[in-house]
């Protein structure tokens, strides 16, 4: 499958879906702006949560379907951004300097991260 069939089939048949649909411009400009920024929060998977809450507070003011595509465009924004906000955190907030190498990885995957790595992700959020 080519970028630009798959980009047509996940990115701009569901965003003319969600025009069709009759939201207002200012609606769908609200949500999208909104569903971009909760998808960069820096903890991968917590952001399809956050935009959740979001919907559930905002109710009729936001269009749930633009929110959830924003937040999917967002994701490879996100991951893209995990380094340098742990970085950035670690700047911020003074903590030590988290080598970043497979070992470390394989720690966070296998549940056996030690305290310098979930410091880390702290200090990540904290930015």
Do not use: Y
């Not at 025009?19 to 909760?38: D, K």
């Not at 903890?43 to 929110?67: Q, Y």
């Not at 951004?81 to 995957?109: C, I, M, Q, Y």
Request: with cysteine; glycine share 8%; hydrophobic share 50%.
């Amino acid at each position: 499958m080519g970028i630009g069939l798959w980009f047509n089939k996940r990115i701009v048949e569901p965003l003319l879906q969600i025009l069709r649909r009759g939201a207002e411009p200012n609606q769908l400009a609200f949500s999208t702006a909104l569903g971009i920024t909760l998808g960069l929060f820096p903890i991968c998977g917590a952001a399809v949560f956050l935009c959740g809450m979001a919907i559930a507070a905002l109710r009729s003011r936001c269009h749930a379907p633009s929110v959830m595509l924003a937040n999917f465009i967002a994701t490879p924004i996100e991951l893209s951004l995990v380094v340098p906000f742990l970085r950035f955190g670690e700047a911020l907030t003074g903590g030590p300097h988290l080598p970043l190498n497979s070992d470390a990885l394989k720690r966070v995957l296998t549940g056996k991260a030690s305290q310098e790595v979930l410091l880390s992700i702290a200090h990540a959020v904290n930015c």
